[in-house]
T-cell receptor, first 115, second 113 residues
Framework: GAGVSQTPSNKVTEKGKYVELRCDPISGHTALYWYRQSLGQGPEFLIYFQGTGAADDSGLPNDRFFAVRPEGSVSTLKIQRTERGDSAVYLC?????????????FGSGTQLSVL | AQSVAQPEDQVNVAEGNPLTVKCTYSVSGNPYLFWYVQYPNRGLQFLLKYITGDNLVKGSYGFEAEFNKSQTSFHLKKPSALVSDSALYFCAAPISGNTPLVFGKGTRLSVIA
């Protein structure tokens, strides 16, 4: 594809439910990032993959959040027992290499609403 | 640890006037600094970056940023603002070394015709 694709674009769920958010990065990009953006705030780092492995998961807020990238391409962010405070836009980004030197390409995000 | 701060929530400027969006940083070591822009209903887009070299960095859409080590600033500038420049602007930097970017809280730029 031409850019980073995130699905769904919107997800409404009930408190306590499980959700999965998908990110399809630009082909050939080895680095993949998940961020979360609340209204009026900048993107907040969650987790970074280099290939299939999570190189840095220090931004995951608690053990309800988990992400995988089994084949080094598509990634899924999984949230268990959702809470109202999880409501935000979840952004995915990819790059050729580490973001320190490379520009990030962002998807349009998934708006998650927990009722 | 490295972080960035954007002191202004909102900047208003008349079309055709120069614009400045401010960013200051705190750093251990040599800073890597970035600007991203978020247009309404669109994803974040890279504008420019400073790694090393010239203090004046040129980027997309006619934007530039000036790295000032003595003032620990990396302000975004454009000589003549367009209404289409209205968007949310984010300054960003890695926390330290080879780590993911940390973003500022953003500055909303409104260019008025």
């Amino acid at each position: 594809g031409a850019g980073v694709s995130q699905t769904p674009s919107n997800k409404v769920t009930e408190k306590g439910k499980y959700v999965e958010l998908r990110c399809d990065p630009i082909s050939g990009h080895t680095a993949l990032y998940w961020y979360r953006q609340s209204l009026g705030q900048g993107p907040e780092f969650l987790i970074y993959f280099q290939g299939t492995g999570a190189a840095d998961d220090s931004g995951l807020p608690n053990d309800r959040f988990f992400a995988v990238r089994p084949e080094g391409s598509v990634s899924t962010l999984k949230i268990q027992r959702t809470e109202r405070g999880d409501s935000a836009v979840y952004l995915c980004a990819s790059s050729f290499g580490p973001a320190t030197n490379e520009k990030l390409f962002f998807g349009s995000g998934t708006q998650l609403s927990v009722l | 640890a490295q972080s960035v701060a954007q002191p202004e929530d909102q900047v208003n400027v008349a079309e055709g006037n120069p614009l400045t969006v401010k960013c200051t940083y705190s750093v251990s070591g040599n800073p890597y600094l970035f600007w991203y822009v978020q247009y309404p209903n669109r994803g974040l887009q890279f504008l420019l970056k400073y790694i090393t070299g010239d203090n004046l960095v040129k980027g997309s859409y006619g934007f530039e940023a000036e790295f000032n080590k003595s003032q620990t600033s990396f302000h975004l500038k454009k000589p003549s603002a367009l209404v289409s420049d209205s968007a949310l602007y984010f300054c960003a930097a890695p926390i330290s070394g080879n780590t993911p970017l940390v973003f500022g809280k953003g500055t909303r730029l409104s260019v008025i015709a």
